[in-house]
């Protein structure tokens, strides 16, 4: 058919387009496809492809990392979304042009929940721009990279969503939530999927678990207790750490690192819009030891983060790059999308120095006119992190006696937590 053919040629053209672009920025680089797609989070076989011209990423995401690893210029960024938009809105032309008309609902298929129309009719969100207009911007696409017109074109959308009462989460987490092992006891720190709130999570279209038992480098942390040294026992592994904190009465000393894993419970995209930092009290540190869990541990890899400084008067969360040797791993940074294919996790890294705190984060969210508020918390309380300074500090090893034992940090010569 001579429409479903024209299509198809303007799909090509704009996908090949967008490929020479994507082959401009690797080329001047001068690595190989697999170099390059692990400096920047990506399959080396999906980089081929797009740079083949034979795929359209359906997120910004990657193309970002690309562009900033890349060093594109503000105007090759410009570009790259621009075509990247042409491509995507071109190849949905394509899929709505082979798809047959429909009399009668069919089935749903998987990319739409049993709720949605039938592809003849696809809901507002996936909706493919009309072929004689040109592609809008998506305002469900993260972090786009562009110039003000871009800009105010994607906030204009944003802004016209009617907004609604934040959404909260419930105590019962749906079936379908991911789960952690449960191993900590009321009062400690430790990994939770239960959110808290009064909204129904089955009702909410994104799923979240949260972990707090993140140590440093998966082997360095600082747990403050109120027992004199010859009552604790020896340090845990990390995966241990919820048990081995709940029957001691463990605080996080100076720094908790906070997992939070975000999917979406359908193919149809959510935008995570910010992160909030809450502080719910803050004062002087009580009486107790540090104990550094560290074993002289280290490695070459710092992970992108969202660091949290709990001591300045409004925390809020920094995107910070990590790091794998000598190579920078760009920071994320808001907004940006997640479904059930395309998850997400994020590292809050929040340290005091001067105060006992306890604090917790807020997620803003939206998808198809909906928005809300998901609080993230440890189990339903406040995390809880305090200054360890002035406090008596140790590590576990040898003794002057010869056997192991907690002793003073500053008795260690070979480095450790300090």
């Known amino acids: ?4 053919d024209d299509a198809n040629a303007n799909a090509q053209a704009d996908a090949d ?6 082959r401009r920025l690797k080329d001047r680089t001068d690595r190989s496809y697999g170099s390059l797609a692990r400096r920047v989070d990506m399959n080396t076989s999906t980089l081929h492809r797009y740079c083949a011209g034979e795929a359209v990423p359906q997120d910004f995401a990657p193309l970002e990392r690309l562009a900033t ?3 594109a210029t503000p105007q090759e960024r410009l570009d790259l979304h621009r075509l ?3 491509a995507v809105a071109a190849r949905q032309r394509v899929r709505t042009a082979d798809a047959p008309e429909y009399a009668t609902p069919a089935p749903a298929p998987d990319k739409h929940s049993p709720s949605s129309p039938p592809p003849s009719s696809p809901p507002p969100a996936s909706s493919p721009p009309d072929a004689s207009s040109p592609p809008r911007p998506w305002y469900r696409r993260p972090r786009v990279l562009a110039p003000t017109a871009v800009a105010c074109a994607l906030l204009a959308t944003v802004g016209g969503i009617s907004a609604l009462p934040d959404d909260r989460s419930s105590e019962a987490a749906d079936a379908s939530r991911p789960t952690s092992p449960r191993t900590t006891a009321a009062g400690a720190p430790g990994r939770s999927a239960e959110p808290s709130g009064t909204q129904p999570a089955a009702d909410l279209p994104l799923t979240w678990s949260v972990d707090s038992l993140v140590w440093d480098k998966g082997c360095d942390h600082d747990y403050v ?3 004199p040294p010859t009552q604790v026992p020896p340090p845990p592994v990390e995966q241990d750490a ?12 100076r720094q908790t690192k906070v997992r939070i894993s975000v999917q979406g419970r359908s193919s149809t995209a959510v935008v995570l819009k910010a992160l909030r930092v ?16 560290g074993q002289g541990c280290g490695s070459d890899l710092t992970p992108r983060r969202f660091a949290v400084n709990l001591d300045a008067d409004r925390p809020i969360a920094r995107p910070k790059d990590g790091a794998d040797g000598q190579r920078a791993i760009p920071a994320v940074h ?12 994020l590292l809050v890294d929040a340290t005091t120095q001067t105060y006992d705190a306890r604090w917790y984060l807020e997620l803003e969210w939206s998808s198809q006119g909906r928005t809300g508020t998901i609080r993230v918390d440890d189990d339903g309380r406040p995390f809880h992190t305090t200054g360890i300074e002035r406090m008596p500090h140790y590590w576990y090893g040898t003794n002057d006696a010869g056997e192991r034992a907690w002793v003073p940090l500053d008795s260690y010569g070979g480095g450790g937590s300090v």
């Open 1 to 4: 058919m001579p429409i479903r």
């Open 17 to 22: 387009d967008f490929a020479a672009l994507l």
């Open 69 to 71: 690893f890349c060093g």
């Open 84 to 86: 990247w938009l042409s």
């Open 225 to 227: 207790i109120g027992k």
């Open 242 to 253: 919820g048990l081995w904190a709940a029957t001691q009465g463990a605080v996080h000393g």
């Open 278 to 293: 809450r502080v719910v009290s803050r004062g002087t540190p009580g009486a107790g030891s540090a104990y550094a869990m």
């Open 334 to 345: 808001f907004p940006y999308r997640v479904s059930a294919e395309d998850p997400e996790e």
